[in-house]
């Protein structure tokens, strides 16, 4: 299990394979970047979404895990990422700077009316009002 610390110092233990379902964490893993506690602090996230993030890779990791079907998990991903315009954008710009490409890219497409991907992040740009790193 690994300790995530959100930025309003909330603590989530997750199991492994659902935290390195983000690139950044599984670096800072690697790395040993995790306090003397183990826990791995994520100032860039605050736990109300950070509790959205770990489900999205919960489920993930479960569908994977149990060889799931593929329609059930878009029907799942699609309710949801049925939230509010905030919302959405935070998790948008905490699945880019934790680096979830799972999360990223279905949060980002649906909205953009199925717009395909060369096209979609300057619409992102009008619509959200910021701009993937």
């Given at each position: 299990?690994?300790?995530?610390?959100?930025?309003?110092?909330?603590?989530f233990e997750v199991e492994?394979?659902?935290?390195?379902?983000?690139?950044?964490?599984?670096?800072?893993?690697?790395?040993?970047?995790?306090?003397?506690?183990?826990?791995?602090?994520?100032?860039?996230?605050?736990?109300?979404?950070?509790?959205?993030?770990?489900?999205?890779?919960?489920?993930?990791?479960?569908?994977?895990?149990?060889?799931?079907?593929?329609?059930?998990?878009?029907?799942?991903?699609?309710?949801?990422?049925?939230?509010?315009?905030?919302?959405?954008?935070?998790?948008?710009?905490?699945?880019?700077?934790?680096?979830?490409?799972?999360?990223?890219?279905?949060?980002?497409?649906?909205?953009?009316?199925?717009?395909?991907?060369?096209?979609?992040?300057?619409?992102?740009?009008?619509?959200?009002?910021?701009?993937?790193?």
């Open positions: 299990m690994l300790k995530l610390k959100s930025q309003d110092n909330q603590i492994e394979a659902v935290a390195m379902q983000s690139t950044v964490i599984k670096g800072m893993v690697e790395d040993g970047c995790g306090d003397t506690d183990g826990v791995v602090s994520l100032p860039m996230v605050n736990g109300e979404i950070l509790t959205r993030i770990i489900e999205w890779c919960k489920k993930h990791v479960n569908i994977v895990e149990k060889g799931g079907e593929k329609e059930e998990l878009k029907n799942w991903e699609l309710s949801f990422l049925d939230v509010d315009k905030d919302t959405l954008s935070q998790l948008i710009l905490a699945a880019n700077k934790l680096k979830i490409k799972t999360l990223l890219y279905r949060a980002w497409m649906p909205r953009l009316d199925g717009d395909d991907l060369p096209t979609a992040p300057s619409r992102g740009r009008n619509c959200f009002g910021f701009k993937l790193i």
